[in-house]
């Protein structure tokens, strides 16, 4: 059975930085894809950014780019996200995901990933 487990959340200053961490288990890095998507209070879930473990390629929302990275750790077996400049718009739960396969097109969608975590709330106050 595949567990994400988020860690890394809290609370920060405008233009902070807060790194997120994912641990799988039951999953293994090299089978798709991977990524961080976002939940603001009366707002739908959204994808933020995603990596393919095979390859390493990624995909950013356009409110995050250039601000955000994703990785793997492969030595702690961890999906990051190193979230810098933080905006008070970023203020969010954050979930980790994982999909066994998707259309390209599709990586900010919800319904094309089948495993998630638990979140982890990020507040950042101006």
């Known amino acids: 059975q595949v567990q994400l487990v988020e860690s890394g959340g809290g609370s920060v200053q405008a233009g902070g930085s807060l790194r997120l961490s994912c641990a799988a288990s039951?999953?293994?890095?090299?089978?798709?894809?991977m990524g961080w998507f976002r939940q603001a209070p009366g707002k739908e879930r959204e994808g933020v950014a995603v990596?393919?473990?095979?390859?390493?390629?990624?995909h950013y929302a356009d409110s995050v780019k250039g601000r955000f990275i994703i990785s793997i750790d492969n030595a702690k077996n961890a999906l990051v996200l190193q979230m810098d400049s933080l905006k008070p718009e970023d203020t969010a739960m954050y979930y980790c995901?994982?999909?066994?396969?998707?259309?390209?097109?599709?990586?900010?969608?919800?319904?094309?990933?089948?495993?998630w975590g638990q979140g982890t709330q990020v507040t950042v106050s101006s």
């Open positions: 995901a994982a999909s066994d396969g998707l259309d390209d097109d599709s990586w900010h969608d919800v319904s094309s990933f089948g495993y």
């Open positions: 039951g999953y293994t890095y090299s089978s798709y894809c």
């Open positions: 990596i393919y473990t095979g390859g390493g390629r990624t």
